[in-house]
C-alpha cells in the first residue's frame, strides 16, 4: 500500500519508583512520577495539560516499538529509580521521575518525582506529558510530596494536628482509544512514618506508605498504566513503577503486525483496528502495511 495511513497513538511510559527515607523526621519517601503521556486521539488530550497531538502520517514499512518498563523502589535511604521511556517511530514519552528520599529532591521525569521530607524541590515535568511532584514537609514530621500524574500535580506533604500528612499523587488522563474510557498515568502518594499516608492518582497510581498506627505497605504502580510508585518509609519498602503501554489505532483497511517478542492483543472498533502492546524486547518493530 503506497498511500499514507493516519495512525493514531497513545504512549505511555514507564512510572517512576518511590522513594524511601530514614533518620529523625526524614523516615518516609516521595511518590514517583507518571510515566510521561502523549495522544493523539482526535478529541482528548495529551498529559500536562496539552491538547492532543496530530496524528502521524505512515506510509507502509517498519518502525521501532518500545513499552517502558516501570522504575524501582530501592533501599532504605535511596530515593526511587525513574521508569523507562516508550516509544512508537518518532515518538518518545519520557519515564517518570523516582521519588525522592530523606533530604533529597524528587527526580525530573515525564512526570516528577515527590520531593523526600525536609526537602522543598520535586521532580520537574517533561512538557506536554505530565506535571510537576510536590514537595517534602519541613520540620516536624516525616511526609513526603506525592509525585506528578498525567492531569494534575502531586501535592506537598504537611504536618496537620500533630500528624504527618502525606502528599498526594496527581491524577491521570482519561481515553477511550480502545472504545472503552480507560484512566491511565497516575502520580505515586507519599509515604510517612505516622499520620495519613498520600493516596496514588486515579490512573494507576501507588499509595504510599506508613510506619506504624497502623502499619500500611506502600502500593506499586499499576501494570501498563505508567502510573508511578507509592513513597515507603524507614521499615516498609516502597512501590516500584508500573510499566508503560502503547496502543495504535489504525483504519480498519490497514494492519499492523509485530516483531517476536512483543506482547499485544488487537481489536476492531467501528472503522479502526486498535492495537495494544503491553510488553516488548529490545530492538521491537512493528510493520504497517
Avoid at 205 to 223: C, D, E, Q, V
Avoid at 265 to 283: M, Q, R
Amino acid at each position: 500500500m503506497s498511500r499514507g495511513l493516519p495512525v493514531q497513538y497513545l504512549v505511555i511510559a514507564g512510572g517512576g519508583g518511590g522513594g524511601r527515607g530514614a533518620g529523625a523526621n526524614r523516615e518516609a519517601g516521595g511518590g514517583g512520577g507518571a510515566g510521561g503521556y502523549r495522544s493523539s486521539v482526535i478529541g482528548e488530550d495529551s498529559g500536562g495539560g496539552a491538547s492532543a497531538e496530530a496524528a502521524l502520517i505512515f506510509l507502509a514499512g517498519t518502525y521501532t516499538i518500545t513499552v517502558g518498563a516501570g522504575g524501582s523502589a530501592n533501599a532504605v535511604s535511596q530515593s526511587g529509580t525513574n521508569g523507562n521511556n516508550s516509544v512508537f517511530s518518532s515518538v518518545t514519552s519520557s519515564g517518570g521521575g523516582g521519588g525522592g528520599h530523606e533530604d533529597t529532591v524528587g527526580k525530573n521525569g515525564g512526570s516528577g518525582g515527590g520531593a523526600g521530607p525536609q526537602n522543598t524541590v520535586p521532580g520537574n515535568r517533561t512538557s506536554a506529558q505530565g506535571f510537576n511532584g510536590g514537595e517534602g514537609n519541613v520540620g516536624t514530621g516525616a511526609a513526603g510530596g506525592g509525585a506528578g500524574g498525567a492531569s494534575a500535580a502531586g501535592t506537598n506533604g504537611s504536618y496537620v494536628g500533630g500528624f504527618p500528612v502525606g502528599g498526594d499523587g496527581g491524577d491521570g488522563v482519561s481515553s477511550s482509544i480502545t472504545g472503552s474510557s480507560v484512566t491511565r498515568g497516575g502520580g505515586g502518594g507519599a509515604g510517612v512514618y505516622t499520620g495519613t499516608i498520600g493516596s496514588g492518582g486515579t490512573g494507576g497510581g501507588g499509595k504510599g506508605g506508613r510506619n506504624y498506627n497502623p502499619a500500611a505497605a506502600a502500593s506499586a504502580g499499576i501494570t501498563n498504566t505508567g502510573g508511578g510508585g507509592g513513597g515507603g518509609n524507614l521499615y516498609g519498602a516502597a512501590g516500584n513503577g508500573g510499566s508503560g503501554v502503547v496502543i495504535l489505532k489504525l483504519p480498519k483497511y490497514a494492519s499492523a503486525s509485530f516483531s517476536g517478542g512483543v506482547t499485544q492483543t488487537d481489536s476492531t472498533v467501528g472503522e479502526f483496528k486498535i492495537y495494544t502492546v503491553t510488553e516488548t524486547d529490545p530492538g521491537s518493530t512493528v510493520t504497517i502495511a
